[in-house]
């Protein structure tokens, strides 16, 4: 994918503040400080167009960007964080499902797992919406760079089994050697293809 133009759009709470359903958008989702921000400046050769933050937990809208004036990604809040304020994490659901289950450009998602920690009840009710919702997903194993080659082949095996999804649907992705980053846009395309087809038939 040649990147043209990305650009901000806009940060929304609720429904009202979302911006106008004209293009296909990309979800992109995952438990906090898993890499989501880095995943999206990656892809879109950007240092900074999704602010990163030491701090897990701190993005807490659901953030909007043009990409090429073709499509949207969306960088949904992170989920899962301990110091989050109860009152935060009890917004995060229904703003995230409220999303899912009303935005019709929605042409997949990109569900994004830090490959260093086996998958708990939180990513399994994750998958579930997703399902439920019947919106298809990239999975993605995060910050490779950090194991090394055998570690990273035990974890990708036992995420698999865990997941109970053939190993192959796990894209290996690392920020900082950009592993996997064309395998991400080539499905990530797909989603949206797919999408476009089904409008137009």
Excluded at 115 to 130: S, V
Excluded at 169 to 175: E, H
Aim: hydrophobic letters at 40%; a positive charge.
């Amino acid at each position: 994918m040649k990147i043209k133009s990305a650009e901000f759009v806009t940060s929304a709470a609720r429904l009202s503040q979302y911006p106008p359903p004209e293009l296909p958008e990309i979800a992109f989702v995952g438990r906090s400080n898993v890499g989501k921000s880095a995943l999206i400046n990656t892809l879109v050769n950007r240092k900074r167009l999704v602010k990163t933050s030491s701090t897990p937990g701190r993005t807490q809208l659901i953030n909007f960007f043009n990409i090429n004036q073709s499509f949207l990604f969306v960088d949904l809040p992170g989920y899962g964080y301990a110091k989050v304020p109860a009152r935060v994490k009890a917004k995060w659901g229904p703003m995230i499902e409220t999303y899912l289950a009303t935005r019709e450009t929605l042409s997949g998602a990109v569900l994004i797992f830090d490959i260093r920690r086996i998958p708990g009840r939180a990513e399994f009710d994750l998958i579930q919406w997703f399902d439920h919702y019947q919106i298809p997903c990239v999975l993605v194993l995060t910050k490779t760079d950090k194991l090394k080659k055998s570690k990273q082949h035990h974890q990708h095996r036992e995420i698999a089994e865990t997941l109970s999804i053939p190993k192959e649907d796990l894209v290996l992705f690392s920020a900082k050697t950009r592993q996997g980053k064309d395998l991400v846009w080539d499905r990530v395309e797909t989603l949206i293809r797919m999408d476009l087809q089904g409008v137009h038939q």
